[in-house]
């Protein structure tokens, strides 16, 4: 995972994948300045984090994430990988990991993998590393100061800003996937794969899955 901090306005970022983190930190860095903030790459944990020089401030300092719908949030993800692949124009904007990343799902799915052949790619990759690859608890595990929601997120960012004191936010989801309601692409078995691998999400945001 990634971790942004700024010392200067005192706070921690906890940047979850899919959930518009690309658009808040351009946001903050359009308010504080990137001089004003520093980015830690490749986190393995939080609480490892909190425990090492870089994390030293955390209990100091104002801390928050971001979480979405994970039935919604996981075909966000499906996009987002075929799009890699199928635009080599992105490339040059995307870090080499998860291009590699991208590349290896097509490699053993085909180029034109279907949804349900992601969420399975996915669940077995989750087995065999004895994790879950769609849970966003993992990424916070209880830490932060505040946990917004990506389905309000213009309304929870600027609660962030009231809190920091950085005026009215600027945000623009540019990053956005463009596909239907994420009920479109479900079954009943991708269904239950999802509520079996984010049971955290799912009780402690208070998700659940809904028709459109």
Avoid at 5 to 24: L, W
Avoid at 93 to 107: D, G, L, S, Y
């Amino acid at each position: 995972m990634n971790i942004w901090k700024s010392d200067k306005h005192r706070f921690f970022f906890v940047h979850i994948p899919k959930t518009a983190g690309t658009a808040i930190i351009n946001a903050l860095q359009e308010r504080v300045g990137l001089e004003n903030l520093i980015l830690y790459t490749e986190v393995d944990s939080i609480q490892q984090f909190i425990n090492s020089p870089n994390g030293k401030e955390w209990y100091n300092y104002f801390s928050f994430a971001f979480v979405r719908n994970p039935w919604d949030r996981m075909v966000s993800h499906y996009f987002y990988t075929k799009q890699i692949c199928d635009n080599p124009n992105l490339l040059v904007t995307k870090n080499i990991k998860e291009v590699n990343r991208a590349k290896n799902i097509v490699n053993q799915l085909g180029s034109d993998f279907a949804f349900k052949d992601y969420i399975l790619y996915r669940k077995n990759e989750a087995d065999s590393l004895n994790g879950s690859y769609f849970q966003q608890f993992g990424y916070t595990q209880g830490f932060t100061s505040f946990i917004g929601k990506f389905e309000n997120i213009q309304t929870d960012l600027q609660k962030n800003y009231d809190r920091l004191n950085l005026g009215n936010i600027n945000l623009d989801l540019f990053n956005n996937s463009n596909h239907d309601h994420y009920s479109k692409y479900y079954n009943n078995e991708t269904i239950q794969i999802v509520s079996e691998y984010c049971p955290h999400d799912i009780n402690i945001f208070n998700y659940s899955y809904n028709q459109e």
